[in-house]
């Protein structure tokens, strides 16, 4: 069993910048994929970047790309969203998952185990 807490979220500036965290509990997190996704309101869902247990490999929505950075600490069971030069386009409530197995990192049904969310608001 994982239990995931988003952190970190909050009001910031169009061209800010944000550090999301997320933590688990659990001595297997380890060995599990992590990724972040996020969810406007009226809006689907959306994949936003994940990680897999090693962090040998990242993966990022196109619409993040070359913005956020994805990490992660396994000796602090810890995994964090970097977000530069925020857009208002960026509000959502940011959710980070895990997941036992490889597969199609982008998509939310293959993840396991879910975070409560944490709010990002970007102003114009």
């Known amino acids: 069993q994982v239990q995931l807490v988003e952190s970190g979220g909050g009001l910031v500036q169009t061209g800010g910048s944000l550090r999301l965290s997320c933590a688990a509990s659990?001595?297997?997190?380890?060995?599990?994929?992590v990724g972040w996704f996020r969810q406007a309101p009226g809006k689907e869902r959306e994949f936003v970047a994940a990680?897999?247990?090693?962090?040998?490999?990242?993966y990022y929505g196109n619409s993040v790309k070359g913005r956020f950075t994805i990490s992660r600490d396994n000796a602090k069971n810890m995994v964090y969203l970097q977000m530069n030069s925020l857009k208002p386009e960026d509000r959502a409530v940011y959710y980070c998952?895990?997941?036992?197995?490889?597969?199609?990192?982008?998509?939310?049904?293959?993840?396991?185990?879910w975070g409560q969310g944490t709010q990002v608001t970007v102003s114009s």
């Open positions: 998952a895990a997941r036992k197995y490889t597969g199609t990192y982008s998509n939310a049904d293959e993840y396991d185990y």
């Open positions: 659990g001595r297997t997190f380890r060995w599990y994929g």
């Open positions: 990680i897999t247990w090693s962090g040998g490999y990242t």
